[in-house]
Nanobody
């Protein structure tokens, strides 16, 4: 499975941004997730969605971020609202069987920068 993330950019604190990740083939039977890595930090989990649409979020993004998927388009989305400067990172999508951290296949990442 090859993954391509897109939609990153530079926004101001409080803004919203939608990023997406499209798989090269069907991923409906796998979980999908988003992770992020800020400069100098380790990669951390953000959110995941299972094949049956069960959701799981990291505490720092609960209530602000929403993950959803469209299996007809082989795409998983991350809607990010009320963005904060600490959300600045490279966001990576991943697909796999491990729950709640699907990590068998990884995309290249998309940069999200939130200015204060």
């Amino acid at each position: 499975v090859q993954l391509q993330a897109s939609g990153g950019g530079v926004v101001q604190a409080g803004d919203s941004l939608l990023i997406s990740c499209t798989a090269s083939g069907s991923f409906s039977r796998f979980g999908a997730g988003w992770f992020r890595q800020a400069p100098g930090n380790k990669r951390e989990f953000v959110a995941s969605i299972r094949s049956d649409s069960l959701l799981y979020y990291a505490e720092p993004v609960k209530g602000r971020f929403s993950i959803y998927r469209d299996n007809t388009k082989n795409t998983v989305y991350l809607q990010m609202n009320s963005l904060k400067p600490e959300d600045t990172a490279i966001y990576y999508c991943a697909v796999g069987s491990r729950w709640p951290y699907p990590d068998d296949w990884w995309g290249r990442g998309t940069q999200v920068t939130v200015s204060s």
